[in-house]
C-alpha cells in the first residue's frame, strides 16, 4: 500500500478533528511514523488499523470512518493533480465506471509496484447498473462506496446511492457486487448509436492480424489458434497449445475462463506468460560463447544475456468474434527497458507503427535515469525528514514529562490548546492541604556536609513522590525540608481528605527506611493537615509554577509548625472529613495557633483496615513478619533506599542506636506489652497512650484499654499466631 492513501487520511483526521485528536489516534494505532511518504509502500494494516483506532477515540463506526476516509481521498487527489484524470476519464458516470481499470494503469507509470482492485460494469439499465469489486485487501468495501458516490457529485453532478448485493471474502480475495442506482439515460443513448455503425465495410483477416502484430486468437476451448508476427518470432511453440498452459491473467481479478472473459470485454486484460521469454543464440548476437575445461572436457558457456529470460507481459482488449465463434486478444508487449526488450528477443520495428508502442519505449527510457535520480534524492530527503520527526516526537514526549512534573495534567493540556494562564485559575470550595518537614534540620545541617544533606533529602523526596503517585495526590512544592501535597485540586474529589490522611499515613510509615547522617537513626517529620477551600492556577512566566492561594494553605501550614515529632496534627474540618471512615484519632485539645487565635485540633494515630487489623505508622513490617527476620536481613532493608551520595563515609554519633532484632528496645516493649495484654477495644477512634518514647528510650506504664464501636463494643481475642499491630501504633 503506497502512501498517498494513508496522507490523505492523516489529511482528513486534521482536519476534521484537530492536531491532538490525530495525535491520539497515532498513538492508538500503534504507529511510529509521523509522516508518509507518496511514493513509499507500508503495511496493508495501517488504514485499518488508523479507521479501528479513529472509531474508538471518535465514538463513530468503523464502517463511517472507511467511508469518510474515501470520499476524503477523492477531495485530496487534487493536490497532485490527479483530479484532471477524472475529469477526463468519461463523458458520464457510467464511462468513469467502465474505465476505472484503466485508471489504475494510468497509476501504474507513477506507483510500479501498485495492487489496485478490479472492476467491470454489468446488466446496465437507464437507472443503474452492477458494479463488480475484486480486490485482494479486506475490508475497504465502505472505504470504496465513499469514493464512488464523491466522485459522481463532483465531476458529474450525479448523486449515486449504492446498495451492497452480495460480499464474498475468501483468504486471497474479496468480491463485492454493489447495486448503484443514478441517471444512467446515456447508456440509452449509446445503444441507438451503435445501431447505426454500417457493417458493410469488409476487412480481410490478413490486413486485421499485421495490424496487431501481438494478437491471439483461441477458441471455446482455449486453444490457440493464431498469433501475430509479433509472438510468432518469441514463442512460435504456444501455438495449437491451450491459453491457460501458456499465460496467466494479472488483470483484471477473475479465473481464465471463457465465460469470464466474455463477461469482461469493456475491461482491460493483462497477460503474462508462464515461461520465461529469452533471445536465441543467433549470429545476430554480439556476446562470443565462453570455453571453459571442466575436469579434462571443453564446455560450451553460453552468454549471460541468452541464459536470463524474463516473463513476456502482454496488455489489450478481449474481443469476440461472431463470424468466427472465438475470442481475439489484441495486445502489445509491455517492456520495462531496453534492455529487458533485446533479451527477450525483440525490436523496436516489432511493435506496432499505429500506437504509441515505440514512442513509449523510447520515451521512457530517455527519462528513466533523471527520474531514478529525482527519485533516489526525494527518497533520502524523505528518509532525513522521518528521523528529524522521530527526533522530534522524542523531544516533545521529554518537554511533556518536564511539563507534567511542573503543571498537572489537565492544567498543562489547556495551556497546550492557546488558553491563557490565567484561565486556569480556579476555586476550590473544598481541598485537603499537607505540610511536612524534617525535624531537627537545622541541627542536622550543622553536621554534615551540603552533599549529604542533598542526598538525605533526595532520599526522603524520592519515597515521598511514588507515594504522591499511588495515593493520587498532586506534589505542589518542596522548599528545603518542607513537602506540601495537595487532594482536591485539580483533580475536584470527595475523597480529599482520605488521600491526604493515607499518604499522611504512609509518609511517617516509610520513615523507618530514611537514615539521619548526623546520628545514624532514623529521620523524623511532623506532619500537619487542614481541609478547607482554595484558589489554585498557574503563575509565573520564565518558570510557570501550579500554586495554591489562601487561608487553608497558612492554616496548613500552621498544623504542621505546632505538630510534634512523627505525628499527623489536623485540624477540626479534617476531623470531620474522617468521620463515617474507620480512622483513629486523639482530641489534642485547643491550642493557640499564631495569626488563628485558639482553635481545636487532633491527632491521627491510625486506621482501622478492611480485615479489623490496625494501621498505624510504621505497619509496612508486622511484628510475626519481623521476629523471622534476621540481624544481616534487617540490616540490609534499613540501608536499602535511593542515594546518590554514600552514607558510609559519615561519621556517626557516639549514641547511635543499635538496629538488631534482638535487642531493639521498642521490640521488647511491645512484646511484653502482647504478653499482659489479651484484648483490646477501640470507642470513638480515641485512644488511650500505653508507651511514651523519649528518643531511643522506652518507659513502660499502664496500659490503657482502646475501645470503638465499629466491633459492636466486643473483645477482640489476639493470639500469638494472629497478625499484630505495628511497632509504633503500640508504642503510642
Not at 140 to 152: A, E, T
Not at 225 to 232: A, F, M, P, T
Not at 697 to 714: A, D, L, P, T, W
Request: hydrophobic share 35%; net charge negative.
Amino acid at each position: 500500500m503506497y502512501g498517498l492513501l494513508i496522507e490523505s487520511i492523516v489529511h482528513h483526521l486534521k482536519q476534521t478533528y484537530g492536531e491532538n485528536v490525530w495525535l491520539q489516534i497515532r498513538k492508538a494505532a500503534n504507529l511510529q511514523q509521523m509522516a508518509f511518504s507518496t511514493h513509499e509502500r507500508y503495511s496493508e494494516r495501517v488504514i485499518p488499523n488508523i479507521a479501528e483506532a479513529a472509531s474508538q477515540i471518535t465514538g463513530k463506526p468503523v464502517e463511517d470512518i472507511m467511508d469518510a476516509f474515501g470520499v476524503a481521498f477523492v477531495t485530496f487527489m487534487a493536490q497532485y493533480g490527479y483530479d484532471k484524470i477524472l475529469k477526463v476519464l468519461g463523458r458520464h458516470m457510467r464511462d468513469f465506471l467502465n474505465g476505472l481499470d484503466n485508471l489504475h494503469e494510468y497509476l501504474r507509470f507513477s506507483y510500479s509496484k501498485l495492487r489496485p482492485p478490479s472492476f467491470f460494469v454489468q446488466h446496465e439499465s437507464k437507472t443503474g447498473l452492477l458494479l463488480h469489486y475484486r480486490s485482494r485487501r479486506k475490508g475497504f468495501l465502505h472505504y470504496v462506496k465513499g469514493q464512488i458516490r464523491q466522485v459522481g457529485k463532483t465531476f458529474y453532478n450525479t448523486d449515486v446511492k449504492i446498495d451492497v448485493i452480495s460480499e464474498d471474502t475468501t483468504d486471497t480475495m474479496t468480491h463485492v457486487v454493489f447495486k448503484l442506482y443514478f441517471d444512467n439515460t446515456a447508456y440509452k443513448e449509446e445503444t441507438k448509436t451503435s445501431e447505426q455503425i454500417c457493417d458493410a465495410l469488409p476487412l480481410k483477416s490478413d490486413v486485421f492480424f499485421e495490424l496487431f502484430p501481438f494478437h491471439i486468437v483461441f477458441n471455446k476451448d482455449m486453444v490457440i489458434r493464431h498469433i501475430g508476427c509479433g509472438l510468432q518470432a518469441i514463442m512460435p511453440q504456444i501455438l495449437e497449445d491451450r491459453m491457460t498452459d501458456a499465460f496467466m491473467v494479472t488483470r483484471p481479478l477473475v479465473n481464465f475462463t471463457w465465460k469470464n472473459i466474455l463477461a469482461h470485454t469493456n475491461n482491460v486484460f493483462e497477460l503474462v506468460s508462464l515461461l520465461p521469454v529469452r533471445r536465441e543464440n543467433d549470429i545476430q548476437s554480439h556476446e562470443p560463447e565462453k570455453q571453459n575445461f571442466l575436469d579434462g572436457i571443453l564446455v560450451h558457456v553460453r552468454p549471460e544475456s541468452d541464459l536470463d529470460g524474463y516473463p513476456l507481459h502482454l496488455k489489450g482488449q478481449m474481443m469476440y468474434m461472431h463470424e468466427w465463434d472465438n475470442i481475439i486478444f489484441l495486445g502489445t508487449p509491455v517492456m520495462e527497458s531496453l534492455d529487458v526488450m533485446f533479451r527477450t528477443g525483440l525490436y523496436i520495428n516489432d511493435l506496432s507503427m499505429h500506437d504509441s508502442s515505440r514512442d513509449l519505449v523510447l520515451a521512457g527510457t530517455q527519462q528513466s535515469a533523471e527520474l531514478k535520480l529525482a527519485l533516489d534524492q526525494e527518497q533520502r530527503k524523505s528518509r532525513i525528514l522521518e528521523e528529524s520527526m522521530l527526533k522530534l516526537d522524542l523531544e516533545m514526549k521529554r518537554t511533556d514529562s518536564l511539563l507534567y512534573q511542573m503543571i498537572p495534567k489537565s492544567v498543562a493540556d489547556r495551556l497546550r490548546r492557546g488558553e491563557p494562564a490565567i484561565t486556569t485559575c480556579e476555586v476550590f470550595d473544598n481541598v485537603t492541604i499537607l505540610f511536612s518537614d524534617v525535624v531537627g534540620f537545622t541541627s542536622i545541617c550543622s553536621q554534615i556536609s551540603p552533599m549529604e544533606v542533598v542526598s538525605m533529602l533526595n532520599a526522603m523526596y524520592t519515597k515521598f513522590d511514588k507515594l504522591s503517585e499511588f495515593h493520587g495526590v498532586y506534589k505542589v512544592e518542596t522548599i528545603g525540608d518542607a513537602y506540601m501535597v495537595v487532594s482536591g485540586a485539580p483533580e475536584i474529589t470527595k475523597y480529599h481528605g482520605l488521600l491526604i490522611c493515607d499518604m499522611a499515613l504512609d509518609m511517617l510509615d516509610t520513615m523507618q527506611d530514611l537514615h539521619d547522617p548526623s546520628t545514624g537513626g532514623t529521620m523524623k517529620i511532623r506532619i500537619g493537615i487542614h481541609s478547607g477551600n482554595t484558589v489554585a492556577g498557574v503563575v509565573g512566566i520564565k518558570m510557570p509554577r501550579y500554586c495554591l492561594f489562601g487561608d487553608s494553605v497558612n492554616t496548613a501550614s500552621r498544623m504542621e509548625t505546632n505538630g510534634e515529632a512523627m505525628k499527623i496534627h489536623i485540624s477540626e474540618t479534617t476531623k470531620q472529613e474522617l468521620e463515617e471512615n474507620k480512622y483513629i484519632t486523639q482530641e489534642r485539645g485547643t491550642i493557640t495557633v499564631k495569626g488563628k487565635g485558639t482553635m481545636k485540633t487532633y491527632w491521627l494515630i491510625g486506621k482501622v483496615a478492611s480485615d479489623e487489623n490496625y494501621f498505624c505508622p510504621f505497619s509496612g513490617i508486622e511484628l510475626e513478619d519481623f521476629s523471622k527476620q534476621n540481624d544481616d536481613d534487617l540490616h540490609k532493608k534499613r540501608d536499602n533506599f535511593y542515594s546518590p551520595v554514600s552514607f558510609d563515609d559519615i561519621k556517626k554519633s557516639h549514641n547511635n542506636l543499635q538496629t538488631s532484632a534482638h535487642t531493639s528496645p521498642i521490640k521488647k516493649a511491645v512484646n511484653m506489652f502482647y504478653e499482659k495484654q489479651t484484648n483490646v477495644e477501640v470507642v470513638n477512634g480515641n485512644l488511650d497512650y500505653g508507651l511514651e518514647t523519649r528518643g531511643s528510650v522506652v518507659k513502660e506504664k499502664e496500659f490503657g484499654i482502646i475501645r470503638n464501636s465499629i466491633f459492636n463494643n466486643e473483645n477482640i481475642q489476639r493470639t500469638s499466631h494472629e497478625r499484630h499491630r505495628s511497632q509504633t501504633c503500640m508504642l503510642l
